[in-house]
Structure formats: C-alpha cells, structure tokens
C-alpha cells in the first residue's frame, strides 16, 4: 500500500510526534494509577495473583499473571496494565502506518489518547488490558501478514505472531475468539483473501493460538468447565426481562454505553469508518478491518437481546476502527469533525481523571452506590475498624484460650477483596479473609478451600455485612454453627469528606463445625 506522507512535513515528523503523543498518554496513566484506589474488581484479581493459576471462576489467568508483575500497592497493582496500554497503542500506531503512512500513525495516536475509555480500560488492571493489548498486535500481524505475498515466509512468520498474539488474548477473555472468527470469515468472503486459506499460516495461527491455551483449556477440564459455564451464562443465559421493552432498553443502553466510550462525535465518526471500509471493493485489507470491527458489535447486539451488555465487553471493535479512522484522516478526510471529536473526547478523559482523583460526581449529586469510582475509596479506614474487631475476638475473654486464626469474611466478593486489600501488609499472616457467598453469585472463592474446609473448632469468624433494621440472612444462616454471636460496631466508609458506605461488624465465636448447606465440617488433620 502506497504510504501516505503530509506535504507540509518532513517525512518522519508525523512519526515522531505520534510516539511523543503515546508515551505522553501513557506517562498520565502511570500517574493516575498512583493516585487512585482499588476498584472491587481490581482487588479482587489482586487476590487472584496471589493464588497463580491457569484458570480462575471468571476469567481466564492473564489479568492475575500481569498483576503478579507488580508489587501490593495501586501503582504496582495497575503498572503491567498500563505498560500493556502502551504495547496496544504502539501496534496501532505501527498497523496504521502500514496501511496509511505517518500522518495516519499520528491520527491513531490523538485517537487513541482521546478516547474515554483511554482513560479506565489502559489503566485498571482488569482483563480488557492484556485483551486490547493481544489484540491490538493481532490485527497488526494479520495485516503484515495479508500485506505479504502469499505462501511467503514472511506471511508465514507474521502469522505465526498473529496466533501467539490470539492465544495471550484468549487468555484474557473468551470473546477474544470473535477477532479470529471475524478474520476467518473476511477471508472467506472476500475474493483477494481466499488465496490466504490455501496457505499454512492461518493454520499455524490456530495451532499455535491453542498451544498457548492449552494451559487454560486443561485447568477448565479438570474444573468441570466452570470457567466457560460462568461466561455463558453470564452474557447469554436466559433473560430476566423478557419482551419488545425490555429487548429494546438493553439495545439502547448498549449504543449509549458505546457512545459513552468513545464520546459522542468519535462514536459517530468511528461508526463511519466501519461503514465505508465495507463498501470498499479494491482494499480487501480494509474491509477486513470493518469486519471485525461489525462482527464483535453484531455478537454484543444479539447477546443484549438476552441479557444486559456491559460497556466495557464490545470495546474490542473499536480498536480496527481506529485504524480506519486514522487512515481516512491521514487523506484529509473528516479532518475538522475529527478535531472536534478529539477536543470532545480530550475533555471527557480529562473530566475522568478529575472524577477519579476527587470523587467529583458524588459530590455533584450521583449517589455512591451507583457511581464506580467511589466503591474504590474508603477501604483503608474499614479495614482499620474490622482490624480492632479482629483484636476483640482474638482476646474473647478471660480464661477463654485465644483462637490461632481469625477469620474475616464478607458475603460479595467485591468487598471480601477489599478487606484482603487493606488487610494485607506485616502482622496479618494469622488473618484469612474469604467471602461466605450465602446471598450472592458463585465466584472464585468457591473454587479456593475457605473457613468450612480450613477451621478448627473453636475458631472466631469477623464478618461484615451491610447496615440492616433488621438480622442480616447471613447471621441467622450462620447462628447455628456458632456458639455465640455478638453485633459489633458500625464500619463506616469514608472518603473527602463524603459518607460512600455503612455497614456492621459482627464477632462469631467459637465455631462448632458444620456450614450452611452442608452436614458436617471439612476439618484438616494439622493446621
């Protein structure tokens, strides 16, 4: 393809000052990553890091490998994340220079730092990080690879990178699999692609793509495929609402939640591109790139006539679309839409951070329970209450021997990985934290041998739960497992001046073997 360099500016330039614009973005992430706290989900797969393994109840292991990377605190938690944000940004910028010269690279790297979901999904380490960052460098492969004469060693070793880079992405999350599958039906549709499926290296790419999975694929089949179930079930179990209104509702919060992402003009404009790279007759490459961009947007749109579709699961198709977008603007299309989309986009980033750092929505009138950011804030100052409670039972009376270990629970595993978060650090080897699960989903502390399987008689059980008028289910679940159960004081979850969160400490002592839901204790013959 024919590199398309500005009259204006010395070939190279456009270059340069595309990198200067990534590492620039990514040196503002780093920072944020410093300042934030844990998100529930972040210090939920920091408990998973802890725990290495090829397979976890909701995700496959990458997100857990990558924060392993790092050390206990949010900066160390989030670095691999955003280093990972780096490495996609750097394949984008490397793929739309091939297809469309510096000035396109240069457009890739505004579009990219002026995305909101810039702004969360390259900095919480969560498994969109390792995903956009796989996938970010298998298109750019694939491209290479298409870019090549075919039957070529150079296709063959660019395909053989795309599997590797499909593989690491399977590892992050399952729908990994529709950026591969869309690529295979372009070069099944597309006349200038065929030829590509009489050459070995798509078919190396699967094979290597499963030998990197093979880790995790052997993890669910000796886990009764617990992994896969979950995911299923999750996005495409059977509908709690049903009929034309509710259908509609998840369709429209799905295009509002894409909107949201990207910011209103770039949405409109990055659709654009999508739409256009179809009705290209003589770039198969391109319409490639529309393909997959239709195919990841097409599974969401049928998965929310089923269930809600969270913001965050279709955001994959944005990254061909960039590409798109990028080249178009580098032949001097769309030019002053997309500067105003990037101004748009910029602010909303920028509006992102500032909410971050100072929790500005809730004091703006979003109630904290609705708002992300300000479930992360807070934690420090629970676990220092739930640790004096852990002191009370620890020393439960005179005469009354003191009990080895201490447990302390919460019933979501949202909030038992925050209290193992702020638990965490010098003196608190004696303490393990799980969560009961008796009032909410499975997860991966089902899998993890917790306090049925790991008591002894007598232990003494912290658990907090939300404020409640009246006896919280857990507590009259649990009553008869204990000898005697006592309220304890309110922990209260504070941030800049802001009350984000109320709930109670309960002391459970003396447990006397048994467990909700099962007949007798799991008791180790040594501790």
């Known amino acids: 393809m024919t590199t398309f360099a500005s009259a204006s500016s010395p070939v190279g330039k456009p270059w340069t000052r595309a990198w200067q614009i990534l590492l620039a973005g990514t040196a503002v992430r ?77 457009w890739a790297s505004l579009i990219f730092a002026c995305l909101p979901l810039a702004a969360a999904g390259y900095v919480l380490a969560t498994p969109d990080a390792p995903l956009f960052c796989a996938l970010a460098w298998t298109l750019h492969a694939v491209v290479e690879a298409l870019e090549s004469p075919v039957g070529s060693r150079a296709s063959l070793r660019w395909w053989s990178i795309a599997g590797v880079a499909i593989g690491v992405a399977m590892l992050s999350k399952y729908t990994a699999v529709l950026v591969p599958t869309a690529i295979a039906v372009s070069c099944a549709l597309y006349a200038p692609l065929r030829a590509r499926l009489r050459e070995p290296g798509p078919w190396v790419a699967v094979g290597v793509a499963s030998l990197v999975l093979a880790p995790n694929l052997w993890w669910n089949a000796t886990h009764d495929w617990t992994s896969f179930a979950f995911q299923l079930g999750h ?77 965050n699961w279709p955001a994959s198709a944005w990254l061909p679309a960039i590409l798109l977008l990028s080249v178009e603007a580098a032949h001097g299309a769309r030019r ?39 479930q992360a804030y807070g934690w420090d100052a629970v676990a220092g209450s739930v640790s ?52 909410g989903r499975r997860n991966q502390y089902d899998l993890w041998a917790g306090f049925r ?32 159960i006592d309220e304890g004081p309110p922990v209260v979850r504070t941030a800049h001046g802001l009350l984000l969160g109320r709930q109670r400490a309960w002391l459970l002592r003396d447990w006397r073997g048994g467990w909700p839901g099962h007949s007798t204790p ?3 013959e040594s501790r």
């Open 388 to 439: 004096d409670v852990v002191r009370t039972g620890q020393h439960a009376g005179r005469g009354e021997p003191t009990p080895r270990t201490v447990w302390v629970a919460a019933d979501r595993y949202q909030q038992a990985a925050q209290l193992a978060w702020g638990l965490r650090g010098p003196g608190t080897d004696t303490l393990r934290v799980f969560a009961t699960n008796l009032g």
């Open 30 to 106: 780093l920072v944020m990553a410093a300042l934030v706290p844990l998100t529930n989900d972040e210090a939920y797969y920091w408990e998973w890091s802890r725990r290495l393994a090829a397979g976890y109840f909701d995700h496959p292991p990458a997100i857990a490998w990558l924060v392993a990377l790092g050390g206990d605190t949010p900066f160390g938690v989030r670095l691999g994340s955003v280093l990972a944000g780096g490495l996609a940004g750097l394949a984008l910028l490397r793929t739309a220079r091939r297809l469309g010269g510096d000035e396109a690279a240069l």
């Open 235 to 311: 996005g495409l179990g059977a509908p709690k609402q049903a009929g034309f209104g509710a259908v509609l509702n998840r369709e429209l919060n799905l295009v509002g939640g894409q909107a949201g992402l990207t910011s209103p003009i770039l949405f409109v404009l990055l659709v654009g591109a999508i739409w256009r790279a179809l009705r290209q007759g003589d770039d198969a490459v391109m319409r490639m790139l529309g393909t997959v961009s239709v195919f990841v947007l097409l599974f969401f749109a049928w998965s929310a006539t089923r269930k809600n579709v969270e913001a």
């Open 336 to 374: 002053a839409w997309l500067r105003g989309g990037l101004w748009l986009g910029g602010a909303l980033v920028v509006l992102v951070y500032v909410d971050a750092a100072t929790l500005l929505a809730p004091r703006l009138g979003l109630r904290p329970g609705r708002d992300p950011v300000s």
């Open 453 to 484: 399987q790991r008591a002894v008689p007598g232990d003494v059980l912290v658990l907090i739960l939300d404020e409640s008028t009246t006896e919280p289910a857990p507590i009259v679940a649990l009553a008869p497992y204990f000898s005697r």
């Open 522 to 524: 799991s008791i180790p």
